[in-house]
């Protein structure tokens, strides 16, 4: 049996919301969705040059700061993954995270290595909620725009 879906249309609006930002930030490439096949929520093309693949892009938001916490936890087989599709395609990879208080890029390079922790998500949905991940430093993160507040 298939594991349930938990993306919700609220997930994937604030997702598009990130996109439209990104193809603001990164023109002239256009975000392509990816099938769920693919580790990568988004390729992103540039029309002008024979539709290459710029940039792979896997797209998460936050309900909280920037400086919430030191390090972005996330799944090591989503890691590994990302690391293998940059290392296979010589793509940029890369993880966008989406804070309350700004946009964050975070480039996936084989040679950076972090130690694995049992670890997930904090209220479970089901078992498979807990599993390998890294924690990547926050340090590690560039700002792709802030974010202001009244």
Known sequence: MA?????TEEHLEAERAVV????DIWQPLKAH??????????????PSHT???RTFVEIRCRNHRSTTYNTYMISLYKFMRMVELRK???????????FQ???YRYTFLSERIYQPHWGGMGELRDWQDKEPVVYI?????ALLREKYYA
């Open 33 to 46: 969705k990816l099938p769920i096949k693919y580790v990568a929520d988004y390729a992103f093309v540039d």
């Open 137 to 141: 430093p926050l340090s590690e993160f």
């Open 51 to 53: 539709k290459s693949i």
């Open 88 to 98: 296979r395609t010589e793509v940029n990879t890369v993880l966008v995270v989406d």
């Open 3 to 7: 594991r349930p879906r938990y993306e």
């Open 20 to 23: 439209e930002t990104l193809e």
């Open 101 to 103: 208080d700004g946009l």
